[in-house]
């Protein structure tokens, strides 16, 4: 017998991005995402993380932006910093969060790491490395301090310390030496902002200043520009423009308001 | 047997031009881009050549402090951007047709023989290019100051003002307006060597900012009538 | 077994289905390697591993060697390359012994001649498939300077090739750049491990047992294979 029912498919849908191969195949050129070479880098100390990132954006060998966020808020205890597609950080980090602001209105409880880090990787697994967010998650909750990093793909792992993007390989030199247990905090601190500026000055793709987030048991700070090293130099020469710099190549001035005599007005 | 092609043998199209004549891929690239940017500036009886000091490939910085511009003669420098090792072959190569110019001649080659030298050298490897975009700044036979930027196969013309390498589709426009006052309507006195120089420290400073392979220190050659003089100016090193 | 498979007679090429390689590829390689400025001349370090591909094939091999009295050269990527290097040197170095003229071949000049013999290779697109550091102590001080595969050289206070550029570099800058006439000895010696340290910790190609060369006022010196201690967190 024939039918009209067609059988549900299971799982996750894709047609959308077969289609898009099609239509590259047949010569569409899509919009180009901003990737941006990052340096972003966690570690844990004693009785916290620290969470820093460089704050360059750049588009090909041109930098789109020199100071730009790239950690991001989850929850008042759990921080997130993001490196690859920039719109894909934003937008998986932004989604989680307010899921887990939604749960904690209904709980009454504090957010958890491990609901995060689930929600996070599930998102990214869901959608097979197509959202290209690699992250580096920490946070604060009554486990204690937990730190771990995100692949596109879905994976996780905890770690003591981590490094992402194009800097990550100068960073991660700067922690394989100083890194120890039980850092106090400025040390931490101190050694996350050294391998950053590494991030910095070694990588093309990272640049401009270091931004810090520092969890700590019901205590969350956050550290706007806690470097910035490379100065800016000021200008050499005055470049304001003298009065009539600019072509007039026509001038013409039309009266809106036409006045004509009239009768004068009866003020009796 | 020959064992080792030339460029001009190698078959880029795959084995006998199968593969239907589609390009395969080389295995060795002899071609790099090592960034950089170079700036020629010219005035009544000056000129200015500037270039940064990076060398980069990829996001790594190979050096901070590689001289792209060398000078040549008395009233000549060359500043060399694209890929470094055939910048630096076609230094060496000049100077020693330089060279061997003076032996034969017994004087310094004039500016307007080094620009078509320099010229008929980057043409003369029409097929197999140096990769390497050259900006030539000094002063004609009159004293004036000139400044020629060259393709990398050899086609060359002098403005007040040009740009070559990494950062020139930023920089031009700048210089353009401020040095060759393009659509400035009141502004047109000639400047001074001193303002000049201040032009070309902002330039790369403003260069810096936005291109990843301009930075770390500039090298600025001044050159006029008593000769050729240097100065340095930090950059960005991030 | 039908060797005349091939019916292309230059066997500069090889066939892989419609794909056109050339011959030239690294197949027995050696990682990243280091050099640096201090005060009393140049520091270079590298491993003693040759791989083949994946696999860690000879643990004993020697990456540093000299030429004449106040040079050495350290090198990576392929080791045959390498090593025909070597001989290109000692023959060169013969040759110069030869005139007996009283002329010396120092860091300079062998830079020079290095650069030129990789350069003239990339142009006939049949590349010595290497990245070298050559230092030496000339003029009164430390001579550091680097060429590889494509021709592309420099000098520099600090060197590091490979995955060394990015695992390696930054560290050196740090402890180097701005103050290579007051690093001491002991300090760069300290140096070299931190780098060698890391470059063990995170390059997949490399092996805790390693070789260092100082080149001074006095000459060279290159020490015997050694390691340093490792803390594996986690």
Not at chain 2, 212 to 236: A, C
Request: aromatic content about 10%.
């Amino acid at each position: 017998m024939e039918t009209n029912i067609i059988p549900r498919k299971g799982g996750f849908n894709f047609d959308n991005y077969k289609r898009n191969l099609f239509l590259e195949q047949k010569g569409l050129t899509l919009p180009k995402v901003t990737k941006t070479g990052t340096t972003i880098v966690g570690a844990l100390f004693k009785d916290g993380v620290v969470l820093g990132a460089d704050t360059r954006a750049t588009g090909g060998s041109i930098v789109q932006d020199k100071d730009i966020i790239k950690i991001s808020y989850i929850a008042p205890n759990i921080y997130c910093c993001g490196a690859g597609t920039a719109a894909d950080t934003l937008f998986t980090t932004a989604l989680i969060s307010s899921q887990l602001e939604l749960h904690r209105l209904t709980t009454g409880r504090q957010s958890r790491f491990n609901s995060a880090e689930t929600m996070l990787k599930q998102l990214l697994f869901r959608h097979q490395g197509h959202i290209g967010a690699a992250l580096i998650l920490g946070g604060y909750d009554i486990n204690g301090p937990v730190l771990a990093h995100i692949y596109p793909h879905g994976s996780s792992e905890h770690h003591p310390y981590i490094t992402m993007g194009s800097g990550s390989l100068a960073a991660v030199s700067v922690l394989e030496t100083r890194w120890t247990k039980n850092l106090e905090r400025q040390d931490a601190i101190d050694m996350v902002k050294d391998a950053v500026e590494a991030g910095i000055f070694n990588d093309l793709g990272s640049g401009s200043n270091v931004n810090l987030v520092v969890i700590e048991k019901n205590k969350t700070e956050s550290l706007r520009e806690y470097s910035k090293p490379t100065p800016h130099h000021p200008k050499n020469c005055d470049y304001k423009y003298k009065r009539g710099t600019t072509a007039i190549l026509k001038e013409s001035i039309k009266d809106l308001v036409v006045v004509t005599d009239g009768e004068a007005m009866d003020i009796s | 047997m020959n064992f080792v092609p030339t460029a001009l043998e190698f078959d880029t199209y795959g084995q006998n031009g199968q593969n239907g004549g589609v390009p395969t891929s080389l295995y060795f690239d002899p071609y790099d881009n090592n960034g950089g940017t170079a700036l020629g500036l010219s005035g009544e009886d000056y000129s200015i050549v500037a270039s940064d000091t990076r060398q980069s490939s990829g996001f790594d910085i190979y050096s901070r402090c590689d001289q792209k511009a060398t000078k040549l003669t008395e009233n000549s420098v060359l500043a060399l951007g694209g890929f470094r090792a055939d910048g630096r072959s076609l230094t060496k190569r000049i100077i020693q047709r330089m060279e061997w110019y003076r032996h034969a001649h017994e004087k310094e080659m004039s500016f307007r023989a080094i620009s078509q030298l320099l010229s008929v050298t980057l043409y003369s490897r029409r097929f197999f290019p140096y990769y390497a975009f050259s900006l030539l700044g000094g002063l004609d036979e009159n004293g004036k100051g000139v400044v020629c930027s060259f393709d990398s196969v050899g086609s060359y013309h002098d403005e007040p003002s040009c740009v070559v390498g990494s950062g020139s589709a930023l920089m031009q426009s700048f210089v353009d307006n401020q040095i060759a006052f393009h659509n400035q309507q009141v502004n047109n006195e000639p400047i001074s060597l001193e303002k000049a120089i201040r032009i070309v420290k902002d330039s790369f400073d403003g260069v810096a900012e936005r291109d990843i392979y301009t930075g770390d220190s500039l090298d600025i050659f001044i050159i006029t009538r008593d000769g050729v003089t240097t100065e340095q100016y930090p950059l960005r090193k991030d | 077994m039908n060797f005349d498979n091939n019916n292309n007679n230059n066997n500069f090429y090889e066939s892989v289905g419609n794909v056109t390689k050339q011959t030239t590829r690294p197949i027995v390689t050696g990682t990243s390697i280091i050099g640096f400025k201090y005060r009393d001349g140049i520091m270079i370090a590298a491993d003693n591993l040759a791989s083949y591909g994946s696999l860690a094939r000879f643990k004993s091999v020697e990456r540093i060697f000299p030429v004449g009295e106040f040079t050495c050269i350290a090198g990576s990527g392929d080791l045959s390359d390498f090593q025909y290097i070597k001989h290109l040197l000692e023959s060169l170095m013969i040759k110069e012994n030869y005139i007996d003229d009283g002329h010396v071949l120092t860091a300079p000049h062998i830079h020079e001649y290095l650069t030129q013999i990789l350069y003239g290779r990339r142009s006939k697109l049949n590349p010595l498939w290497n990245s070298l550091i050559i230092g030496g102590f000339h003029d009164g001080e430390g001579y550091l300077g680097y060429a590889d595969l494509l021709g592309t050289a420099h000098k520099s206070s600090t060197i590091a090739t490979g995955l060394g550029t990015q695992l390696m570099h930054p560290l050196l800058r740090k402890s180097v750049e701005g103050r290579e006439n007051e690093v001491t000895e002991e300090e760069a010696i300290e140096i070299v491990n931190d780098c060698m340290r890391v470059s063990y910790y995170r390059d997949a190609r490399s092996l805790n047992k390693f070789q260092r060369a100082k080149i001074t006022a006095k000459g060279f010196e290159i020490t015997e294979p050694y390691s340093v201690d490792v803390v594996w967190h986690e």
